[in-house]
């Protein structure tokens, strides 16, 4: 336990305003959330005091700091804590990117609600105020696949007052300031951005709303929970949404429409803040975390590409804010200006680095749109932006003293690219380190339909425009698909031919995943329910952890070590006439093993694979 000392001091011998608890390692840069969350506190007048990753068995480490004169805020970290602990398959990871020196274990499963109960103990009468990742996509009835079972909101199992969803800066320093001014919890309850809970006798209030499938109903049946999932869906614009009410028995769960998001302005403001951009000192280690984005820069919020399965449109939202070029230029000379700099800018970029400039054209269209994507099925048309905006933006940082690199690690939508080849032969010439990531995520219509994505061909249009600019900058460069393997929609069949597809192309990825049952997402939905949440279509899903172990293995056809678990997938499931040699093979012959057994000579620990010494 890390208990840190206030942002701003408190008047001598007073109490701190606020205390935020959180299950990451106290990082104070604008990457942590609960440290943007502290100092946006703090620029507003309100002292604040961090506490990381406490002992969540006693109440005693919840007490380091005083008890608040305002409220507790709790956030589980930058993670759903359940999806930090455990892996894809169901086994509790060894490590976590979050925690000092990467290691597991440094918090509890559900965070919010362990936390919450030991601030109650340790400070009774104190309001608690849950947010982050992991409240916003659990503050309604939803799917845990580590207990492989629907849960109800995390604000009435975390008994707590109120719940933020979203990007909190708004609705947190509504409730600092109402509460200073004396109003009370049940004061703060008509804030945007807010949810609450409703007791049996209360009475609803008096606005109009959407009545979700209740938790019960959610419970007994997985089409109801689809149905709840698809509505809350349909509420996610700050300007249209109207507030949704879920029933949980003889109690309810009230959620106000989402806060409206930053301005540019304003997302300039979060990121001059004073942070000290680096790990607490006391914090026993590095933070695997910060190190991969220490120097990097994030240069837009938001993400409008609607990705099924996806949680940043969910929590960031769906308009893209963009930093102006000033804020962008002051933190990139803070970073060369910063010890141990080495010339090197990461990444340029954010959820998707291209889409920096662009956003609704209008926002009266705006206030109607219940859009999903602003990119799927085709991009909308009022979606505008000067596409060289983002380029000028690299070639500006580039050219600032000390810069000798810029590189882009972010995602990039490809299928916008294909509209600028400028771009990507200057990106080729000069922002990629070797590999180019994307991600066309699968090869099948109908799943690609289901995972809310473009057509392969918009892929293999890039992959072309891609390598033809690579060979003119003289460079040997490499684009790295990301794909997912197990999607709602992909049974053996679309599997096997994602494997041959990748085969038929000479496509090696190295960048995998294994589709998580997220809680809150529209594939989660799928998940459980076997069907199209739209259409009511029965689509096949990968349940068994067996098949999910074998979708994932068919990706990799090309490693030598693989080659045993592709053979016993494509056995498993009738495509004998795959394993051979010649034409039209996708592996030699040789022996069979499960892709979830270990391989000889290695052991399994906690869900990883080690070589045994």
Not at 185 to 207: I, N
Request: with cysteine.
């Amino acid at each position: 336990m890390f208990a840190h000392m206030p942002t701003t001091a408190p008047e001598a011998g007073g109490p701190v305003d606020v205390v935020l608890i959180t299950g990451d390692a106290y990082v104070d840069d604008p990457g942590f959330g609960a440290a943007v969350i502290g100092r946006w506190l703090q620029a507003h007048g309100f002292s604040v005091g961090i506490i990381a990753q406490p002992a969540w068995d006693s109440p005693e480490p919840f007490q380091a700091l005083g008890r608040p004169r305002l409220f507790f805020g709790i956030t589980a970290g930058n993670l759903d804590s359940v999806v930090a602990s455990t892996t894809a398959l169901g086994k509790r990871r060894n490590d976590d990117a979050c925690t000092p020196g990467g290691q597991a274990g440094a918090r509890p499963d559900r965070a919010s609600i362990a936390y919450t109960a030991r601030a109650r103990q340790a400070f009774p009468g104190v309001p608690v105020v849950l947010g982050g990742v992991e409240a916003s996509l659990r503050r309604l009835a939803h799917w845990d696949f580590q207990q492989e079972k629907v849960r109800g909101s995390i604000l009435l199992d975390a008994k707590a007052d109120l719940l933020v969803f979203g990007m909190g800066e708004r609705a947190v320093l509504g409730i600092a300031e109402r509460l200073a001014a004396g109003a009370g919890v049940a004061g703060c309850r008509d804030l945007p951005g807010v949810a609450f809970a409703l007791g049996a006798a209360e009475p609803l209030p008096p606005r109009e709303h959407v009545a979700l499938p209740s938790a019960q109903d959610c419970q007994r049946d997985p089409w109801a929970l689809a149905q709840a999932t698809l509505l809350a869906h349909r509420e996610a614009e700050p300007l249209s949404a109207r507030p949704v009410l879920q029933r949980h028995a003889e109690r309810a769960v009230w959620c106000n429409p989402p806060a409206l998001p930053l301005s540019s302005a304003e997302l300039d403001a979060v990121f001059a803040l004073p942070f000290a951009r680096a790990p607490h000192p006391g914090g026993g280690g590095p933070v695997p975390a910060f190190e991969s984005l220490r120097a990097s820069l994030t240069v837009t919020r938001g993400c409008g590409g609607g990705c099924a399965f996806c949680a940043i449109s969910l929590h960031q939202g769906r308009h893209v804010v963009s930093r102006s070029p000033a804020s962008v230029l002051a933190e990139a000379d803070r970073l060369a200006a910063s010890p141990g700099w080495r010339g090197t800018i990461t990444d340029v970029g954010g959820p998707t680095a291209n889409l920096y400039g662009f956003a609704c054209a209008s926002e009266t269209l705006r206030a109607r749109c219940r859009r999903p994507s602003c990119l799927f099925p085709r991009r909308c048309t009022h979606l505008q932006g000067d596409p060289h905006a983002w380029l000028a933006l690299l070639r500006a940082v580039a050219a600032r003293p000390g810069v000798r690199h810029v590189f882009v690690g972010s995602g990039l939508r490809h299928e916008l690219l294909l509209d600028q080849p400028g771009l990507v032969a200057e990106l080729c010439a000069h922002h990629v380190s070797g590999r180019l990531t994307v991600a066309p995520e699968h090869s099948e219509p109908a799943v690609l339909r289901r995972m809310h994505k473009p057509g392969v061909e918009a892929f293999l249009a890039f992959k072309d425009q891609f390598e033809r600019a690579s060979r003119a900058a003289g460079r040997r460069l490499e684009l790295m698909p990301y794909l997912m393997a197990g999607h709602p929609g992909a049974g053996p069949a679309e599997a096997v031919a994602l494997a041959r597809f990748l085969a038929h192309h000479d496509l090696r990825p190295r960048q995998i995943q294994l589709f998580v049952p997220t809680p809150g997402t529209l594939s989660t939905a799928m998940f459980c329910a076997g069907r199209d949440p739209v259409s009511g279509e029965p689509i096949p899903v990968a349940r068994d952890p067996r098949d999910r172990a074998r979708q994932r293995a068919l990706l990799l056809w090309w490693k030598p070590e693989e080659a045993p678990a592709v053979r016993e997938a494509l056995a498993a499931w009738g495509f004998d006439a795959l394993i051979g040699r010649g034409a039209g093979k996708l592996v030699g012959p040789g022996p069979l093993r499960g892709a979830w057994l270990p391989r000889p000579g290695e052991r399994r620990d906690s869900g990883r694979t080690t070589r045994g010494r």
